[in-house]
């Protein structure tokens, strides 16, 4: 047991760090192409293998959509979230769009309440508001607007994933995996390419090994990602996608010879922290939960009957 769950938290090490590689990409080909031409090449460069495994498997039936409109809302927030964290990397380090992007678990817990009726107790709600102000210490207008306007950008890429993975919770009761994502990749691309297309600029010559990468890098980094939390409980990976901030000021550092601000480290340590905890209060109560239900299925004529737990 604990071999296999170290051995999960190895893989999704590297799954982050392979994420990290692929944001370095994006950041260099943001460097000579507009964010939302960025973005339909990360969708179209990964779409073939997407649908790789289905084709090789037979599985065309998984891909039959449901729920077209939850679908093409995912599409639409997809749009937002690589066209604001691109931009977002366009302008600021990795680390700096790290710091902002990591909200995303916290405002997923905050907007839960409101769309999907689940409840927060008190000290989640202050690990919430405590990591909201780490992001109000990084979003502090600066002297340069660029740096507000790139760490806004990533707010607001945030927020879509957030409203985003909300949004897989309701599609996955009718559509399987593999139709959510490759009608979000593919509505993404299809969005991003028609918003784009009046002002294309043409791929140059040395920018294909790049994209060649970009696809290969999304495969594997998607393999490691699914791997890792198939090998473990969510709550014991989970936490392990905060490394991103590590691997961002590693890459910054080694490419683009560049550190956070001392403001970006104080105000991402606090959503990492306040992220860390919601984590572990969240598992902490679903624990409780399970031992209340065992308790109470045991109850009457001396049966122990074993609960029956969704995981």
């Known amino acids: 047991m604990r071999e296999g769950r170290l051995r999960a938290i190895a893989i999704m090490i590297a799954a982050v760090a392979v994420f990290s590689l692929m944001d370095g990409i994006l950041k260099l080909l943001a460097a000579h192409y507009p ?17 790789l495994p289905v084709l090789l498997g037979g599985r065309w039936r998984e891909l039959r959509p449901r729920r077209w409109p939850m679908h093409l809302l995912r599409g639409l927030l997809s749009v937002v979230v690589l066209g604001g964290f691109i931009y977002a990397v366009r302008v600021l380090s990795l680390a700096n769009a790290y710091a902002v992007f990591l909200s995303a678990p916290l405002l997923v817990a905050a907007l839960s309440v409101p769309l999907l009726g689940e409840r927060v107790d008190r000290r989640n709600w202050v690990a919430i508001l405590v990591g909201l102000a780490g992001v109000l ?21 945030a927020t879509a994933y957030a409203l985003s993975a909300i949004a897989v919770r309701v599609l996955t009761r009718t ?25 294309w600029v043409p791929i140059g010559h040395d920018h294909w090994k790049w994209l060649l990468g970009l696809g290969l890098l999304a495969a594997t980094a998607q393999y490691l990602l699914t791997e890792a939390f198939r090998s473990a409980p969510p709550s014991v990976v989970t936490p392990f996608e905060y490394t991103a901030l590590l691997w961002g000021v590693a890459i910054d550092r080694v ?9 970006v480290c104080l105000g991402g340590g606090i959503v990492i922290v306040s992220g860390l905890y919601l984590i572990w ?27 029956t737990v969704d995981r």
Request: zero cysteines; proline letters at 6%; charged letters at 10%.
């Open 175 to 199: 559509d399987t995996t593999v139709s959510v994502v490759f009608w979000t990749v593919g509505l993404m691309t299809l969005f991003t390419t028609a918003v784009s297309a009046p002002g």
């Open 281 to 307: 209060h969240q598992r902490r109560q679903s624990e409780g939960g399970i031992r209340a239900r065992a308790v109470a299925a045991s109850d009457g004529e001396g049966q122990n009957v074993a609960p």
């Open 255 to 263: 490419v683009w010879h560049v550190l956070p601000s001392a403001r």
């Open 35 to 51: 964010p939302m031409q960025v973005a339909a090449l990360r969708g179209a460069t990964s779409l073939p293998f997407t649908l």
């Open 137 to 157: 210490t990084m979003l502090r207008p600066s002297a340069s607007g660029l740096s507000t306007l790139g760490a806004l950008a990533a707010l607001a890429g």
